[in-house]
């Protein structure tokens, strides 16, 4: 990605690119915060947060592998994925335009 600035790396976890919004979320109460086609930031993926998932360009989380929630739904809807970042929720701002490349796992700043 020319131009741009890798900022995390983590498991590629489901293959493609994604750009957007980040929408940091730290808790499944907060799920009201998510933008379509934004990118969905958080600890880890829970069940409680499919309505965002499926809204969401791309998915990178603090925690996980290749075989967790987050990757795995990723893949079942071709959403780009990004896991096991371990700072995702600390060093992407709320807003932040983002391009998430699952295929190589990298987090990248525009």
């Given at each position: 990605?020319?131009?741009?600035?890798?900022?995390?790396?983590?498991?590629?976890?489901?293959?493609?690119?994604?750009?957007?919004?980040?929408?940091?979320?730290?808790?499944?109460?907060?799920?009201?915060?998510?933008?379509?086609?934004?990118?969905l930031?958080?600890?880890?993926?829970?069940?409680?947060?499919?309505p965002?998932?499926?809204?969401?360009?791309g998915?990178?989380?603090?925690?996980g592998?290749?075989?967790?929630?987050?990757?795995?739904?990723?893949?079942?809807?071709g959403?780009?994925?990004?896991?096991?970042?371990?700072?995702?929720?600390?060093?992407?701002?709320?807003?932040?335009?983002?391009?998430v490349?699952?295929?190589k796992?990298?987090i990248?700043?525009?």
């Amino acid at each position: 990605m020319v131009g741009n600035r890798v900022i995390l790396k983590g498991n590629p976890a489901s293959p493609g690119l994604a750009e957007g919004k980040a929408v940091v979320i730290l808790d499944p109460t907060e799920q009201g915060k998510i933008i379509d086609k934004g990118i969905l930031v958080a600890p880890f993926i829970t069940p409680l947060l499919l309505p965002v998932l499926i809204k969401s360009a791309g998915i990178v989380t603090d925690k996980g592998g290749v075989m967790c929630h987050a990757a795995i739904i990723a893949r079942e809807f071709g959403i780009p994925c990004v896991t096991g970042t371990e700072e995702a929720t600390k060093k992407i701002e709320n807003g932040a335009e983002v391009i998430v490349d699952g295929t190589k796992g990298y987090i990248y700043q525009k």
